[in-house]
């Protein structure tokens, strides 16, 4: 059914993926870094006020549980089916 060619072209594509989106998380971790010799304000109340992390922390915790429930329930029916 698969030949070598076929699960080549997989790994490529997972590791292809993985190399890329890796990529983007490092642009996106540097994104706020602030220019080579700025000064904070020392009088601000909040200086973290720019960076809103916890505001959609919900969404990737539902995004995160039906990813789960999406493969244990594909695994189930794999293993009903065969």
Do not use: C, S
Request: glycine share 6%.
């Amino acid at each position: 059914m698969y030949d070598i060619k076929d699960k080549n072209m997989k790994k490529n594509i997972k590791y292809g993926l993985l190399f890329f989106f890796g990529i983007l998380m490092n642009f996106a971790a540097f994104a706020q870094e602030e220019e080579p010799g700025e000064i904070e304000d020392p009088t601000d109340p909040d200086p973290t006020d720019a960076l809103p992390v916890n505001d959609y922390i919900w969404v990737l915790i539902i995004l995160g549980l039906a990813y789960v429930f999406y493969k244990v329930r594909k695994k189930h029916i794999q293993q009903m089916n065969g």
